[in-house]
């Protein structure tokens, strides 16, 4: 049997865990709002027109934070449409995504679901076909008590008090030749300069994000990254970055299972970026980052029908196989908890989504959800100090690859140590854990993600055939415990700890 070895230091923290870093994104593309979210006339739709069983299976996540409208909608967003009376707003081409949109979801019905859920709102304004005026209004509009044209409107539009929005995305992937709007670095960011000014003129509390590289795979990248630094950095408060993982056509399983390892590349090259900026610029302030995309992608299974609303768009049941690369990502966010505060999954229904539904049917899980849910309940806290012997392997890109993927969290306020651990092998994998600095006083749990077939996948018919389960392959033992690690399998791995004498 293979075997692994774990030492977990309690006295070198990498870094605190960010809340808003179990975060999803609901954007106005395919069926995840018209037909996921939202379904007037649905058996389980509430006054709201909300549906209440993809409620109900999202505040089981009990996400912090979720990204909206976009995603490439933002770059043609005309946040004015969405408020008011329903039934006074227009019909728009949503030309991103090649739909009919009618408008009937909009902002402060975004803002009324996101208080249901207790989610703190991430609002993307459009600077890809509108800018500073479109702006400055919007946050007065949401954010400014009473008084002034827009704070009033939206008193008469029944929300008396403000929604006080504190993170603004500075627009989307504007680096990229499918958005709407592209520009170069220097045009962004001046735009975003001079946005960001005025948007903080009216609410000096607010948050911004600058987009980053939308890929790696760009030409411009990270130079993008530099250039709009450059003109931003005494402005915003976060980079952006997204990162989407495809299963290449000459991938086994081994080399899909090592792709996040580019992941990790990308948030050691911005973070460079990010700190070569704030030399130049002799400044004090550390820029953070912004993972406000992220997620394996697959083939979509449903066809979609252009110029429609709610057609689905990229809606995909993932299998086991998937489930470990979205595990090995969700990884890699937490290891670079110091610099990495904001993350959201991309996107949280129907698109390469967390949660399927079908037109006025059943709504369930993809099995991508378990480990997000995992990490939001057991993964607050500090990200601790730890040294790994795993078994590796080598793919046709990359050399010395982990079998075992770790990261540990202490929780000090309630005094519990999670540990997560991926097994990528075909094989059991016995793992061994030793602590310094703390002490194990009980086993709380270990819980087991794996199907013998990495195929499989969550239906309609049967929505529980990939699910997480009670295992009991943990044991404790010298001052330390022994899992037992199944074959491609997620784990979570909880003590109770004291500290050591």
């Not at 109900?56 to 995603?71: A, D, M, N, T």
């Not at 899909?256 to 070569?276: G, N, S, T, V, W």
Request: proline share 5%; net charge neutral.
């Amino acid at each position: 049997m293979k075997k692994a070895h774990l030492l977990i230091n309690q006295d070198f923290k990498l870094g605190k865990v960010s809340d808003r870093l179990f975060g999803s994104f609901v954007e106005h593309m395919g069926s995840v709002v018209y037909n996921g979210i939202y379904e007037p006339g649905h058996p389980q739709a509430d006054k709201n027109g909300f549906r209440r069983d993809v409620l109900e299976l999202v505040k089981e996540l009990q996400l912090s934070v979720v990204r909206y409208p976009g995603g490439n909608f933002s770059s043609g967003y005309n946040w004015e449409d969405t408020v008011g009376p329903q039934k006074n707003r227009p019909v728009r081409l949503d030309l991103a995504w090649r739909a009919c949109e009618p408008n009937t979801f909009g902002l402060n019905e975004f803002i009324t679901w996101s208080d249901m859920l207790g989610v703190e709102p991430v609002i993307t304004i459009n600077l890809g076909t509108r800018g500073i005026d479109a702006a400055r209004n919007i946050v007065e509009y949401c954010n400014f008590s009473h008084g002034s044209f827009w704070s009033d409107l939206r008193k008469t539009h029944g929300c008396l008090q403000p929604h006080r929005i504190k993170t603004w995305c500075l627009g989307n992937e504007l680096d990229g030749e499918w958005q709407i709007a592209k520009k170069s670095a220097a045009e962004y960011g001046r735009l975003a300069c001079e946005a960001a000014k005025v948007m903080k003129s009216v609410d000096p509390g607010i948050e911004l994000v600058a987009v980053g590289s939308s890929t790696r795979r760009l030409p411009s990248y990270p130079e993008w990254d530099r250039t709009v630094l450059m003109h931003t950095y005494d402005h915003v408060e976060y980079l952006s970055l997204h990162n989407y993982i495809d299963k290449e056509e000459d991938d086994d399983t081994a080399a899909y299972l090592a792709r996040p390892l580019e992941m990790e590349k990308q948030i050691k090259e911005i973070i460079a970026a990010c700190d070569y900026v704030q030399a130049v610029k002799r400044s004090n302030k550390t820029m953070y980052l912004s993972f406000d995309e992220w997620n394996v992608h697959r083939n979509p299974e449903v066809e979609y029908e252009p110029w429609q609303t709610g057609s689905p768009f990229d809606w995909c049941r993932f299998n086991m196989e998937d489930t470990l690369v979205f595990s090995s990502m969700l990884l890699t966010l937490l290891r670079n908890a110091a610099r990495v505060k904001i993350a959201c999954q991309a996107l949280l229904v129907n698109t390469i989504p967390l949660i399927l539904t079908e037109k006025n049917g059943t709504a369930w899980r993809n099995p991508t959800f378990y480990p997000l849910l995992h990490a939001s309940l057991y993964g607050r806290g500090e990200v601790l100090g730890t040294v790994i012997k795993t078994p590796k392997y080598d793919t046709k890109t990359y050399t010395g690859v982990p079998v075992v993927d770790t990261v540990a969290i202490f929780n000090q306020e309630n005094k519990n140590l999670t540990v997560l651990a991926i097994n990528k092998s075909k094989e059991p994998v016995l793992l061994k854990i030793g602590l310094q600095g703390l002490r194990i006083r009980r086993l709380l749990e270990h819980i087991e993600l794996s199907h013998e077939d990495l195929k499989t996948t969550n239906t309609k018919e049967n929505p529980d055939k990939i699910k997480p389960v009670l295992g009991n392959n943990t044991v404790l033992r010298d001052q330390g415990a022994e899992s037992l690690l199944q074959p491609y399998s997620w784990n979570v791995v909880r003590f109770a700890v004291t500290a050591a004498k």
